[in-house]
């Protein structure tokens, strides 16, 4: 088995912004953690699934915005594959929120962009396409334009095109949180199976404490603003999971373990114990 290497790094950063009446407001406060590859017991490079937890506005689309090279911290650093970060690359697919194709282009199309625009071939640009359709559920929407789709099928989408760079990273922003409860439990067990088989590192962040405990290999719980770092709670659940597990009496267990290490974090914000 090959040494491990660090896929992120983030060492001593803070954040902080000037709001519209000119008060000074401190996103995140001396942030530090780091996560390297992953193997199985096979030595088979399985990447890892962490998530950032915290109460809205505490910092977490803040931190992955700076991990994505979207923005710039004010103090520390941010590395990725052991480089330092100091814009978007091909190393690192962010999925939003907010549903982000293109309207103008098909799924066909949306899911092909990346890979035009970095110069791969039609043929593979098809073969790969094809493939993701397949995987994230759209097959028979391949010539669909995204207003015609739902909301589920729009992140369907989203994730379809990061995955089609094959980033070695993959953050994303709370992408579930417009989605009503049964499409949110669907798109989990979707991304869980994608990710298994790609063995890309996620971060995945969110405010929902159920999603987080079904989701992570370990959870980077965070206070409210400024954001900070309280606890690194790992998740000894096995893979691959799927729903049942929400009914162990291990995982009440863990979830109200973690929304009570929340509850007496500092500061204010709002969690979500599940959908």
């Given at each position: 088995?090959?040494?491990?290497?660090?896929?992120?790094?983030?060492?001593?950063?803070?954040?902080?912004?000037?709001s519209a009446d000119g008060a000074k407001v401190d996103a995140l406060e001396n942030i530090n953690f780091e996560i390297e590859d992953a193997y199985s017991r096979e030595g088979r490079d399985t990447g890892e699934f962490r998530v950032l937890l915290?109460?809205?506005?505490?910092?977490?689309?803040?931190?992955?915005?700076?991990?994505?090279?979207?923005?710039?911290?004010?103090?520390?650093?941010?590395?990725?594959?052991?480089?330092?970060?100091?814009?978007?690359?091909?190393?690192?697919?962010?999925?939003?929120?907010?549903?982000?194709?293109?309207?103008?282009?098909?799924?066909?199309?949306?899911?092909?962009?990346?890979?035009?625009?970095?110069?791969?071939?039609?043929?593979?640009?098809?073969?790969?396409?094809?493939?993701?359709?397949?995987?994230?559920?759209?097959?028979?929407?391949?010539?669909?334009?995204?207003?015609?789709?739902?909301?589920?099928?729009?992140?369907?989408?989203?994730?379809?095109?990061?995955?089609?760079?094959?980033?070695?990273?993959?953050?994303?922003?709370?992408?579930?949180?417009?989605?009503?409860?049964?499409?949110?439990?669907?798109?989990?067990?979707?991304?869980?199976?994608?990710?298994?088989?790609?063995?890309?590192?996620?971060?995945?962040?969110?405010?929902?404490?159920?999603?987080?405990?079904?989701?992570?290999?370990?959870?980077?719980?965070m206070s409210a603003h400024p954001g900070t770092i309280i606890e690194d709670v790992q998740v000894p659940f096995e893979r691959p999971r799927d729903l049942s597990l929400k009914e162990r009496n291990e995982f009440h267990e863990l979830q109200n373990?973690?929304?009570?290490?929340?509850?007496?974090?500092?500061?204010?914000?709002?969690?979500?114990?599940?959908?």
């Amino acid at each position: 088995m090959e040494p491990k290497k660090s896929k992120i790094t983030v060492r001593k950063v803070s954040r902080t912004f000037i709001s519209a009446d000119g008060a000074k407001v401190d996103a995140l406060e001396n942030i530090n953690f780091e996560i390297e590859d992953a193997y199985s017991r096979e030595g088979r490079d399985t990447g890892e699934f962490r998530v950032l937890l915290g109460p809205s506005g505490c910092g977490k689309s803040t931190l992955l915005r700076l991990i994505a090279g979207l923005d710039q911290a004010d103090t520390g650093e941010v590395l990725v594959n052991e480089q330092p970060v100091h814009g978007p690359g091909k190393d690192r697919g962010m999925v939003f929120q907010k549903y982000t194709s293109f309207p103008w282009l098909t799924v066909a199309g949306n899911i092909a962009y990346g890979m035009k625009i970095n110069g791969v071939p039609e043929q593979k640009r098809k073969e790969t396409v094809a493939q993701l359709v397949q995987d994230v559920g759209l097959s028979g929407f391949e010539n669909s334009y995204p207003e015609t789709l739902s909301g589920g099928m729009q992140q369907r989408v989203a994730i379809a095109r990061t995955l089609a760079l094959r980033p070695s990273v993959i953050l994303m922003d709370e992408p579930f949180g417009a989605l009503d409860a049964q499409t949110r439990s669907e798109m989990q067990q979707l991304l869980l199976k994608v990710w298994d088989e790609t063995a890309s590192t996620i971060l995945f962040v969110t405010h929902d404490v159920e999603e987080a405990v079904y989701l992570a290999d370990r959870i980077f719980i965070m206070s409210a603003h400024p954001g900070t770092i309280i606890e690194d709670v790992q998740v000894p659940f096995e893979r691959p999971r799927d729903l049942s597990l929400k009914e162990r009496n291990e995982f009440h267990e863990l979830q109200n373990y973690v929304l009570g290490r929340l509850r007496r974090a500092p500061g204010n914000g709002q969690v979500r114990v599940s959908v």
